[in-house]
Every structure is written in structure tokens, then in C-alpha cells.
């Protein structure tokens, strides 16, 4: 069937973006149809309507005025979709038939650069990936700030990187059948997962798009001579993105060769069971290690800090030198009032820069930068009373920015427009010919306004007004009761309910003058305009470099704030292995609970004596909380922070594990012994003498027998086999492995200490050798409100346990301990008269009131002389 020519050109830019929601620009509108209209109409809230469309019959619709695409737009990335859009590219005016329209932009989860979806403190990370047999190649690329890197490596340590970089968008080859666990995770995590074409992977094409882009004649420039998967996962990302922007992107100035190497390993779990950055509970911020250290001041410090969080280092010596720096500053709060005075007044100068690159900055973009530059020498000359050679660098590079900041702010205005075609941007004295097109309208600007004045004396009505708007332009307004006021020359253009409206020809030939003349003004202050963006683009490696120290310079203003509010110490780090902490607590926990008084505790663990540790006590003492204390200390210290603690030595770990529940996956399918399975051989498999395990009841979700076979097993591997002679905290309910702990050398038992106080039990939260004798989960089971006739059940049940020696998992003993035992007048006391024993034991009389007394008496004889 036939459609409208508008339709047509329609159906022709959406067949060519089929993935894509297509906004169509119309005038002043945005209009989506068909199938784009209904998703749109729903998840943006608008009307739907329909169109005619000719002999097709009427077209759904839906739009909105196209001021209001910075709102709508994110709201559609964020619902999973991709957005593209199609705006006018010919003037109306000048159009024969239908107006000319393009693709300006398409915007997906990983491309977007709107301030309403991106986080200011966390990147906006693009990757592609080219799966091989048992490595992947793989690129990160953040077209906010123009980073770009590749890598190659075994699958494993991608995943990763995956969960610490948490892109919004993942390229795969057509055709290619992705890793499960790739699959399963970017599912888990919202990930949108984006099909690209073979042909945009070819080495030849590739090689192609990374040369014209760095324009440079050979890949060895940029390390990636023979480096065939990583030029084509390179090159397939870098043609999406400016496939996608329809823009240079002249930000994307370097590609880094990441090396894994140069980081401590953590893998999903350990990020997620940690809390590093994200909480476990989205809506608690408050649990993350982020939220503890967090006290930059820009944006760019913040991505910085959190990089480093996720990515610590293993080189001894970069570790000193970042915690030197720290010291320093700790020691110098007079620089750190300095610094957050200069860093409060620099905006984000790594994303502005990113705009200037994708030709979208605005003038107030500009400001903000040239401001942002001047505010840098600042904090250089607050760091040049230091003598860390990292902040000696810092200022050298902060200091380049002197002058650049002057040059910008000496042509734009200090009040600006937010769009860059109407005026208003440039500084008088800036441009000396559009100072003279603005002074040859003045005259004319000063006439129009005198007019009222002098009409008013002349015609002798004190209430005539002269106004403007857009459809008349400039007017004269004469209430109705004047009307015989009116002199031959006014001109009526318009009516309302009190008054008329009129011109003379005077003010049209003034208002056309004025017109033609700001019009003219408009042009030369967007190519002024124009100059300065392609001037402050053409010195973006410089700026970049800038941003990048102030950044740095932020990250390590926060970690130095939070050591000194905090209390925390400096580690030492060495090569060896061990890790002896003094007075440590769990940085979180105390944080976020200020009054609480929480009880530190030590870690000794060296392979010259005990570097395992089989911790037992009853739930709720503390067992997960100084494991997780343990693996933060050990991470904040390879970061370079100071730590909490009253003093840490730390042998650097090359990974940390760790095996503390499993609610993530459980909505894969996957049950909580089979999560703890995966999880356990994964470390099985890849722990070494250099790494630090986190083992927390391990064998819970099998029978008893089972998962204790199963802990032991675990804990005399990672005992014996030299290859995964881990240090290692391995929490446990068994209480039965204790004995296994005590027959190895390289292994203690210790316990977290309770105190009975009658039938109360009280945590102390103090790790101590030796082993738990009991693991008091009745007590804990009545701290948590059962009911006494359950619990009093279940001490009954534990008892004849323990005396008979059932196993719990035998139908036929189990039947039989149901059943009630004959009378034997000879025996010994029965299982109610040693319960009741026990009770009457639990009594201290000196501590009871006569009230109290008889009110225990009282429930005694209720339950036992049934």
C-alpha cells in the first residue's frame, strides 16, 4: 500500500536502524510511529495518538517538544533500549519537497554521554569482547572521558575485570557463542549484550578504523604490532562508538595495554562479599568500603578512588609510594584545607573534555573548564610544599595549566546560554569586528527604548506600553479607553481584551535593522564560539593530562581525609608472606555504627608457623565480620590507604577468595551448596602461597556428614598441597574439625569467646586460641525469640544426641529416639530430671528477686510435672 512521502522517508532511515527506537525530528517535535510509538507512549509516559498516513491508513504516534529529548532520551536507555536520532539536516526555508533528514546520533547503554543516566562518580564503561579457546581479547572504552584500553587474557581473570569494571555494554561478534558465565552474568547485572557484525572484527578493517583514528601509518606505535585479537577487538569498539556518535570522538587520544598483572585478583564473589563498591543491599550505600573512604571532592576523584579500591596493586614499591604520599598529607592538615578549598571549584574537566571531543560542548561547557584550569594551578601550588616525588609530578603537570584557564574566560561571557545559535556567549573586546556589529545596533536598541517614554509625553497616556514577542516583534500597546488618542501613522496588528496593539513604520524599519543585524551577530559569535572549541580540542591531550592529576590528586586527598578522621594507621608491606594485625576492626561496621563499641582483634598468620586459621563459636559472635575485617585490612593496605587497625604488616597477596553466601546466584537456578562448590573449586584450583582465603561454613547445605567430609577434605588441601598453601580463614560450625586443626603443623585452632551468665549468653567478640566447646545454638535459637516449648524441645533432642550418639540422619534412630523410653526405677536420671538439672544449675538465687524466684518456679512446674 501507498503512504505519504513523509512516511516513506520514515520507513527508509528505520530500516536502516532496526534495533534501534527511532525519534523523528518534525519542526519543533519529536514524533515516534507504529511499534516505536507504542513501547515509547509506555515507558515515557505519553500519549498515544495516530497519524494519517495516506492509503496505509492511520499511523500510531506519540512525541514531545524536542527541548524535552535531554529528559526522554535517558529514560529510554535506561528501559534497555537503543536510541536513535533522526533530526532535520537542511533548512525548512530552503527545502524543495520533504526536509533532508539523517541519523545524528545513536545512544545505547554504553554510548550515552546525558548527565541524567550517568553516575559522576563511577566510569560509563563500553566493552567488546572476541572469545578464543581458553583466552578472550577484550576492550573497555568510556566515551565520557575518552579511556580506551585492550587486554588479552584467560577467561577467568576477563571475568574479573568484567565485575570490576561493570560495563553498561557488551559488543559480541555475530555468530559466536559467548562463555556461559559471560552470558549469566551480563543477564544477572542488566548488561546489554549488542550483536556486531563479522566484518567490523576483520584484522584488515580494524587495523584500518585505529589507524585513520590515531592517524598514525602502523600499529607498532601503539603497541599492537602481531597483536591480532587485540587490534580487532580494538578496532571493532572503536568503529562502534563512532558509528554510533557520527562523530570523531578527537577525545580518544591513547589506547592503553592493560596488564592484569600489575593488580591483585578479585574475583566476582570476593567483590561482591567484600561490598567494595557496590552493596550487597542496592539500597545501603552506607556497607560499601567506597562510602567509607569517599571524601573526594570532584567528580573525576571519585572515579579514581573507586578505581583503586577495585584494582589493588601487588608492587611493593608503587604501594609505598602511594602510602608515603598519604603519610605526608595525613601529616599536613594545613594542605588538606588548601586542597578541598582549590578542588571544591573544579567541575569535571575529564567529561567536559569528553564533550569538546564529540563536538557537544556548550559555552557554559567551556566556562566550566576554563574556570576548572584556573582552580588547578591552585591546587599545584598547594602541593609544592610537599616533597612525595608522586606529588612533585602532580604539580609539574597542574602547573601547565597556567594561562589556558585566561584564555578561555577572556572570550566568553560570565553569565551564558545553554544553546550556541543565539547569541549572548562572547565577551565585548573579544572580537573587535563583532564589537563593532553590536555597537552599529545600539543606536537602534537605544531608540526602541526611549520609544515609550517619548510616545507617552507626546500622546499624553501615561499607561502606553512598547513590548515584544516573537510573531509581531516589537509593539506599541494603547489601552481601548485612549483609542481616540491614536495618531495616523499607528498601524493596528493586534487586539486584546483591553487594549490594542500597534507599530509604526519607524520601529519596523529599526525592528528589521535589529534583526537583520543580531542575526548577523548570532553567526559571528557561533563561529567565535567554534574557534574556541576547536582551539581548547586541538591542546586535549595537555587538558587530559591535567584532569587526570587532578584527579589523582583528589583520591589521594580522600584516603588521607579518611585516615585522619577515621584513626587509621599506615601498613607496612612486604614481599614475604603473612600478615600480622594488631587492634584491627572492620571499617564499615564501625562507620556506619559510631557509638557501637566494637571489639578489635588480631591476626597472626605467617607460613613459618600457624597460616591457617580454624575459627569456631557460636552464630552471631563475629566469625564472618573478622573474616571480612581481615580481607578489607589486607585490600586497603594494597591500595596504598591507611588501614584500621592499631598496627599491620602485610606480605602482599596476589588474589583474595572468599566463600560467604550465595544470594546472587541463587536466582540463576543454582542452589546454595552448589554455589559454595563452584565457588570452593574455583579456589581450589586457583589459590597460591601468595593468596588469602576467606572460608565461612563451609558444608552447610548438605547433610552433616557430608559437609563435614567435605570441609575437612577442603581444609587438608589447602593445608598440604604446597601450591595452595593459602593463608587462610577457614570459619566452621564443625566443631569436630578442631581435632583435624590441632594434627597440623601449619594450622591452630582459634575461637570467638562467650560468656555463659546463667541461662544468658553474652558475645565478647574476642578472637582467642584454643577451641569452642559448644557451638550455643540453642542459646542463640532463644535470643532470637523461639518459642520455650521449642526450645526446651530442642535441648531435650541435643541431649539424648549427645548421650546416645545418633546419627541424626538414620530414619530408624531417629524413630526410635521419638519414642518415649520405659520407666526403670534403677536408672539414671531421665532426660526431663537432667534437663531440669540443668536448668536449676543456670540459677543464681543472689542474683534473683523473691518475685523473679517464684515466677521461675512457677514455669518449672508447669513444664516438668506434666
Not at 578504523?209 to 601503539?222: A, D, G, M, Y
Not at 563583532?434 to 531608540?447: F, G, P, T, Y
Not at 589521594?556 to 608491606?573: D, H, I, M, N, T
Not at 555463659?756 to 525469640?785: N, P, Q, T
Amino acid at each position: 500500500m501507498s503512504c505519504t512521502p513523509l512516511m516513506k522517508q520514515y520507513y527508509e532511515i528505520k530500516a536502516q536502524n532496526p534495533d534501534c527506537i527511532l525519534f523523528f525530528r518534525m519542526g519543533d517535535f519529536f514524533e515516534l510511529f507504529e511499534n516505536d510509538a507504542e513501547i515509547a507512549s509506555k515507558i515515557l509516559g505519553l500519549t498515544l495518538t495516530s497519524r494519517n498516513n495516506g492509503a496505509s491508513g492511520n499511523t500510531p504516534l506519540c512525541g514531545f517538544p524536542h527541548h524535552a529529548s535531554e529528559r526522554y532520551f535517558p529514560k529510554m536507555v535506561a528501559a534497555g533500549y537503543k536510541v536513535a536520532v533522526c533530526e532535520q539536516v537542511e533548512d525548512p526555508k530552503l527545502a524543495k519537497g520533504i526536509v533532508k533528514r539523517a541519523i545524528v546520533e545513536i545512544i545505547s547503554a554504553g554510548t550515552s554521554m546525558n548527565e541524567a543516566i550517568l553516575d559522576a562518580k563511577a566510569a560509563s564503561y563500553l566493552c567488546a569482547i572476541l572469545p578464543q579457546k581458553n583466552t578472550i581479547a577484550f576492550s573497555f572504552a568510556d566515551v565520557t572521558t575518552g579511556y580506551f584500553a585492550v587486554s588479552e587474557s584467560p577467561i577467568p581473570n576477563f571475568e574479573s575485570e568484567l565485575a570490576r569494571r561493570m560495563p553498561k555494554e557488551i559488543l559480541v561478534p555475530a555468530g559466536m557463542d559467548l562463555p556461559q558465565s559471560i552470558v549469566e552474568f551480563a543477564r544477572s547485572e542488566n548488561i546489554l549484550l549488542t550483536t556486531v557484525a563479522e566484518e567490523h572484527y576483520e584484522w584488515k578493517r580494524a587495523s584500518e578504523v585505529i589507524e585513520n583514528h590515531f592517524k598514525v601509518t602502523s600499529l607498532e606505535s601503539l603497541g599492537l604490532d602481531g597483536q591480532v585479537e587485540k587490534t580487532r577487538v580494538s578496532g571493532a569498539i572503536l568503529w562502534y562508538l563512532i558509528d554510533q556518535k557520527k562523530s570523531e570522538l578527537s577525545h580518544i587520544t591513547h589506547l592503553e595495554l592493560l596488564d592484569l598483572g600489575e593488580y591483585m585478583v578479585l574475583d566476582p564473589s570476593t567483590l561482591r562479599n567484600l561490598e567494595l563498591v557496590r552493596p550487597l543491599n542496592a539500597d545501603d550505600v552506607r556497607s560499601t568500603l567506597m562510602f567509607v573512604l569517599d571524601y573526594t571532592v570532584t567528580a573525576m576523584g571519585g572515579r579514581r578512588l573507586r578505581e583503586w579500591i577495585s584494582h589493588p596493586l601487588i608492587s611493593v614499591r608503587k604501594i609505598e609510594e602511594r602510602s608515603e604520599a598519604i603519610a605526608e598529607l595525613v601529616a599536613n592538615p594545613i594542605v588538606l584545607d588548601e586542597l578541598k578549598l582549590a578542588l571544591r571549584e573544579i567541575l569535571d574537566m575529564e567529561r567536559l573534555l569528553g564533550r569538546v571531543g564529540s563536538g557537544r560542548a556548550n559555552a557554559r561547557d567551556l566556562y566550566g573548564l576554563g574556570k576548572s584550569l584556573s582552580k588547578a594551578v591552585k591546587v599545584a601550588e598547594s602541593l609544592s610544599s610537599l616533597k612525595s616525588p608522586i606529588f612533585h609530578a602532580l604539580a609539574e603537570t597542574l602547573l601547565s595549566a597556567e594561562g589556558k584557564g585566561d584564555d578561555i574566560l577572556k572570550i566568553l561571557n560570565d553569565e551564558l546560554p545553554i544553546t550556541v545559535r543565539e547569541g549572548g556567549m562572547i565577551r565585548t573586546g573579544a572580537d573587535a569586528e563583532l564589537d563593532r556589529m553590536n555597537a552599529e545596533i545600539q543606536d537602534r536598541r537605544e531608540w526602541i527604548a526611549s520609544l515609550e517614554a517619548r510616545e507617552r509625553e507626546r500622546l499624553g497616556v501615561n499607561t502606553l506600553k512598547v513590548g515584544y514577542n516573537r510573531v509581531f516583534g516589537y509593539y506599541i500597546e494603547v489601552s481601548k479607553i485612549h483609542s481616540d488618542k491614536i495618531p495616523p501613522e499607528y498601524i493596528r496588528k493586534q487586539t486584546t481584551v483591553n487594549a490594542e496593539r500597534y507599530i509604526t513604520p519607524e520601529m519596523k524599519e529599526c525592528e528589521t535593522i535589529i534583526s537583520s543585524a543580531e542575526s548577523r551577530i548570532h553567526d559571528a559569535e557561533y563561529r567565535i564560539f567554534c574557534r574556541l572549541r576547536e582551539s581548547v580540542n586541538a591542546e586535549r591531550h595537555e587538558l587530559q593530562q591535567i584532569a587526570e592529576a587532578v584527579a589523582e590528586t583528589d583520591a589521594f586527598f580522600s584516603l588521607s581525609v579518611a585516615a585522619r578522621k577515621r584513626g587509621y594507621v599506615r601498613a607496612e608491606v612486604f614481599e614475604g608472606t603473612g600478615i600480622e594485625i594488631r587492634g584491627g576492626f572492620h571499617p564499615v561496621i564501625v562507620s556506619a555504627n559510631p557509638d557501637l563499641a566494637f571489639v578489635p582483634n588480631d591476626v597472626s598468620l605467617s607460613p613459618d608457623a600457624h597460616r591457617m586459621m580454624l575459627i569456631t563459636g557460636p552464630n552471631m559472635a563475629g566469625k564472618s565480620t573478622y573474616l571480612r575485617q581481615t580481607g578489607l585490612i589486607v585490600l586497603m593496605a594494597q591500595i596504598g590507604s591507611f588501614v584500621p587497625a592499631e598496627s599491620a604488616r602485610i606480605g602482599v597477596v596476589d588474589r583474595i577468595f572468599t566463600r560467604v553466601g550465595a544470594s546472587d546466584r541463587l536466582s540463576r537456578g543454582l542452589s546454595t551448596f552448589m554455589v559454595e562448590m563452584i565457588e570452593t573449586a574455583n579456589i581450589l584450583r586457583n589459590a597460591t602461597e601468595k593468596s588469602l582465603v576467606l572460608l565461612d561454613e563451609i558444608g552447610r547445605g548438605t547433610s552433616t556428614f557430608d559437609g563435614l567430609s567435605i570441609a575437612w577434605a577442603i581444609f587438608e588441601t589447602l593445608h598440604d598441597n604446597p601450591k595452595r598453601a593459602a593463608i587462610t580463614l577457614f570459619a566452621t560450625h564443625y566443631h569436630e574439625m578442631t581435632t583435624l586443626a590441632d594434627s597440623l603443623e601449619h594450622a591452630g585452632n582459634y575461637q570467638i569467646a562467650v560468656r555463659e551468665d546463667g541461662d544468658k549468653l553474652i558475645f565478647l567478640h574476642r578472637i582467642l586460641a584454643g577451641a569452642c566447646d559448644s557451638s550455643y545454638g540453642i542459646h542463640v535459637a532463644e535470643m532470637a525469640g523461639l518459642p520455650s516449648e521449642v526450645v526446651r524441645r530442642a535441648r531435650k533432642i541435643l541431649l539424648r544426641l549427645e548421650k546416645s550418639h545418633i546419627d541424626p540422619s538414620d530414619a530408624k534412630q531417629v524413630e526410635k529416639m521419638r519414642e518415649q523410653p520405659q520407666v526403670d526405677m534403677f536408672a539414671s536420671p531421665d532426660e526431663d530430671t537432667q534437663l531440669l538439672l540443668e536448668e536449676l544449675r543456670r540459677l543464681n538465687p543472689e542474683e534473683m528477686t523473691p518475685l523473679q524466684a517464684l515466677q521461675t518456679l512457677t514455669e518449672l512446674k508447669a513444664h516438668y510435672a506434666k
